[in-house]
Structures are given as C-alpha cells and as structure tokens.
T-cell receptor, first 113, second 112 residues
Framework: ETGVTQTPRHLVMGMTNKKSLKCEQH?????MYWYKQSAKKPLELMFV???????ENNSVPSRFSPECPNSSHLFLHLHTLQPEDSALYLC????????????FGPGTRLTVL | ELKVEQNPLFLSMQEGKNYTIYCNYS?????LYWYRQDPGKSLESLFV?????AVKQEGRLMASLDTKARLSTLHITAAVHDLSATYFC????????????FGTGTRLQVTL
C-alpha cells in the first residue's frame, strides 16, 4: 500500500448505529487530519493530530470521536449521527517542515439514514 | 477568521483556450496550496506557493502568489479535456502551517 488509504470506501448507517472510519498513511508523516466534504460547501477541517496529540478540534459535535494510536493510523468513531452528517470524509497526512503539503486519502462516502 | 474565496465557481471553456482562476484570502498567510479533485476521487496536490512572487508551472497549469494583494491565480494555457476537474485553493494560517482553510472550489469543464 502506498500513500494514504481509507476504509471503508462507502458506509451506510442508521442514526442509532456505531461505526468507525479508518485511515492509514504510508508516507512516514507526523501529522494527520480529518476533513468533511459536503455538497456545495468548502472542505471543513475537523481534527488535527501532530505526533499522535490532538492539536485542533474545529468545534466538531461529540458524536464524532477521533483516535490516533500512532502517527500512521487515525480513526473516526461515529455514533448517533444525523442525516446531515452524510458527506465524504477525507483523511490527510503531512510532514511538518518546509512545505507541509497535505496528502489526501480516497475518502469514505458516508450516508446516514 | 481566515476566509478564502475562489472565482469563478464554475468555468466552462473550449479546448485550446486560456483562462485564470482566482483565489483571494482575507488575512496574512505565508503559504498557499492548489489541489485538483476529479469527480468521486480525492484531492491531488498540484502546487505549494511559499513566498510573495512565487510562480510554479506544471504542464498547462501555472500558479502564482501575491501575498501583498492576498491573491493567488491558477492560469490554464491551451486547455485540454483532461483538465476537467474541480480546483481548490487552500491557505495556511500564519504560524499554523497545518491548519488549512479551503476555498469553495472552481469546477472546470473543458469542452471539445
């Protein structure tokens, strides 16, 4: 595997379900991110982790719970979601340094029924 | 609060034509990124611009940055159909390189 991978690629869940999204980066980076992409809205930063420590929580509702066990893996735990949470969830990683360019995974398309 | 505006939001252009996408941002920043997103796909990094006057070129795309005007442009030269995609600019907050604020995106459609 190369780059940034995300699983699952598609997820349909009911409002009472609990599910998790997984992201893995194979780039040796030290920072990882969760973004939400909704139709007709700009990409929204949700969470930032630097060296496994959460450094940014962009006023995200508590029904989204991130976890970063090491600098290669990032999870987003979901529970009691609302239909408006349906979106494409993108994971990214970067290496702190000169350019800090973020590299994105393919995303998980989430539908909440 | 940093705000990033792109225009146009939608651009339909014929093959062979030139056009420019504009990205304005509201507060000081020392880095600006351009990304491309194909339908149903993720974001692909195109350029990173780190200083005033920076210019980067790759194929038919050229990006520039004017930090004094808080403006970046993405110029498309002699467009081809393969360039059809949505293009996003993203601005890093000053001193907080990892926090990016994205523009709304410009959907480019190149017609034959």
């Amino acid at each position: 595997e190369t780059g940034v991978t995300q699983t699952p690629r598609h997820l349909v869940m009911g409002m009472t379900n609990k599910k998790s999204l997984k992201c893995e980066q194979h780039l040796g980076h030290n920072a990882m991110y969760w973004y939400k992409q909704s139709a007709k809205k700009p990409l929204e930063l949700m969470f930032v982790y630097n060296f496994k420590e959460q450094t940014e929580n962009n006023s995200v509702p508590s029904r989204f719970s991130p976890e970063c066990p090491n600098s290669s893996h990032l999870f987003l735990h979901l529970h009691t979601l609302q239909p408006e949470d349906s979106a494409l969830y993108l994971c990214a990683s970067s290496q702190a340094g000169h350019t800090d360019t973020q590299y994105f995974g393919p995303g998980t398309r989430l539908t909440v029924l | 609060e940093l705000k990033v505006e792109q225009n146009p939001l939608f651009l339909s252009m014929q093959e062979g034509k030139n056009y420019t996408i504009y990205c304005n941002y509201s507060t000081t920043s020392d880095r600006l990124y351009w990304y491309r997103q194909d339908p149903g796909k993720s974001l692909e990094s195109l350029f990173v611009l780190l200083s005033n006057g920076a210019v980067k070129q790759e194929g038919r795309l050229m990006a520039s940055l004017d930090t004094k005007a808080r403006l970046s442009t993405l110029h498309i030269t002699a467009a081809v159909h393969d360039l059809s995609a949505t293009y996003f600019c993203a601005v890093g907050g000053a001193g907080t390189a990892s926090k990016l604020t994205f523009g709304t995106g410009t959907r480019l459609q190149v017609t034959l």
